[in-house]
């Protein structure tokens, strides 16, 4: 049927019509909050690159996480910052590291809100890699061990899911199989799947210092003009054991999130990176935009496009405009 007989104005004409015809609505309940620890006191220390983001110490950490659970934000997924780094990233996988100080602190005072733990090394190396660097080279297979154990002391401290961020292959099987023998066959592991090198990371590394000291994550990481290839690393996660798999970014990889979520039948998620938080907050600071209203229609593209989760530094935000 075409004009003048059909007129798709005529669902659109009032807010209620608008209402019933919506095909995708953002709710609180799609959003992950990701958090930064830092070892320390009574620290809440403002990101510069993230306004509105900030550092937490441990002791901090239960009032945020609270917020978020108040706010029916189901999950966080925590980020250490520890205060001494090394060639093998042995903070990341000690008992007392921060991420593993941090998930316990949250569970004991929020015990219904889901802690999920970013599982890499490059916020504790000092060559800034995720893995284990010989000569100039991330070596991958020396890596996967690291991994595991690093994932395994998160699952002990009480994380109710890892999230491998490496994109070293073979990974999740390597973490699936330590958390098995341990006990741990009912933690699941969220894998950063589709993964790219991508210049949207830039504020999220000031804030983890996390940069690499040399060379680049491009041996690691997806070059951002590939999509089938996304395709072939969403299928070996599946096949190592993945419950849950990630785009990242999110707005730029759009059509990578759609189509993962037409070829398989896991759960999605998507990372809406600190450089698509940081641009839409500069550019409504310089008042060239509207920065509430482009959150929400990022957001909502997101889920539009097949996400099933998004993990979000807009989250509080976002859930504050959706409980009104
Ligand atoms: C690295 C890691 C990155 C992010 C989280 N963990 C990217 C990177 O430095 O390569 C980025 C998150 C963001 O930008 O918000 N394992
Ligand atoms: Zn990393």
Not at 87 to 110: E, F, P, S, W
Not at 287 to 312: F, H, N, P, Q
Request: aromatic share 8%; charged share 25%.
């Amino acid at each position: 049927m075409l004009f003048p007989d059909y007129r798709p104005r005529r669902m659109r004409q009032n807010r209620t019509f608008r209402r019933m015809i919506r095909e995708t609505e953002l709710l609180a309940a799609d959003m992950i909050l990701p958090l930064f620890a830092v070892e320390g006191n009574g620290i809440r220390e403002p990101i510069e690159s993230m306004p509105g983001q900030f550092h937490y110490s441990v002791d901090r950490m239960a009032e945020i996480a609270g917020q978020a659970a108040h706010a029916g934000i189901p999950a966080v997924i925590l980020f250490g910052v520890p205060d001494r780094k090394d060639a093998l990233g042995t903070r990341a996988y000690a008992d007392d590291g921060i991420v593993q100080k941090a998930t316990r602190t949250i569970k004991d005072a929020h015990p219904e809100l889901a802690v999920i733990t970013d599982v890499c090394l490059c916020q504790y190396t000092e060559h800034g890699h995720c893995g284990v660097v010989e000569g100039d080279i991330v070596d991958n297979d020396a890596t996967l061990d690291l991994l595991a154990r690093t994932a395994l002391s998160h699952a002990r401290a009480g994380a109710d899911m890892v999230a491998p961020s490496d994109m070293m292959d073979g990974r999740v099987t390597e973490i699936r199989e330590a958390l098995d023998e341990n006990g741990y066959t009912h933690t699941p592991i969220m894998a950063y799947s589709a993964k790219y090198c991508s210049a949207y990371y830039g504020p999220f590394r000031d804030a983890a210092d996390s940069a690499p000291k040399f060379g680049d994550r491009r041996t690691y990481q997806m070059d951002p003009a590939n999509a089938m290839e996304a395709i072939r690393e969403v299928t070996l996660d599946v096949e190592e054991g993945a419950d849950v798999i990630m785009v990242k970014p999110a707005l730029a990889y759009l059509d990578v999130i759609c189509r993962v979520r037409e070829e398989f039948d896991l759960p999605v998620a998507a990372y809406n990176v600190s450089g698509e938080y940081a641009m839409i907050k500069a550019a409504d600071k310089m008042g060239w935009l509207d920065g509430s209203r482009v959150m929400m229609e990022t957001l909502t593209a997101i889920k539009r496009a097949g996400a099933d989760m998004i993990l979000t530094y807009f989250a509080l935000e976002a859930a504050d405009i959706l409980n009104k």
